[in-house]
């Protein structure tokens, strides 16, 4: 075996590219392409407009190969947009289904986040606006009974989400505790 025709073959092996830039040979690419010349008649022009249709083709999908990065790109940006777009919708919606307390108060939180770039770091006893926000809260009174005897604090809020569960539940121990004492007393009166 020849040692040129080997490295050859290796480089050949090696390189998967392929020259875009050279012409495309076709099956019949030694013939001379004519529509009125002898020999061919019809099948001749319809073997030309196919071969003419193949090129064009491959000539478009090769421009649309070297666009693909920019058209991805395009595609990209377009999906941010719409996404920004969804975003604020959302927003929108948000602020729209806020009933005017909701809005007074995120205006207050603004206002007092904007107040806090001036106030001291460490704050005392004697910081008396902190004083006066702790003492205008309003006490509400005892939190609701749970079945589990939770007091309000870190654990739980005091606040009843449930289903109404837990006031049937101690609606029936309280009616079942209040039969069992009327019916010792009456065992007494007899």
Known sequence: MDTTQSSEFRRMKKNGWMDVSATTTTAGAGSVNTVGGGGGGEEEADRILEEMVAQDRQRRKEVEMEDAPAVVEGVRIEARQREREAEERKRRQREEAMGE???????????????????????????????????SQVYQGHAAPNRYGIKPGWRWDGVDRGNGFEKQWFQA???KARNTDLTYQWQEDE
């Open 101 to 135: 307390v909701q809005r007074r108060e995120k205006q207050e939180r603004k206002q007092d986040l904007a107040d806090a770039k001036f106030l001291a770091l460490a704050r005392t006893a004697d910081d008396e606006d902190m004083n006066e926000r702790l003492k």
């Open 173 to 175: 121990r309280a009616q």
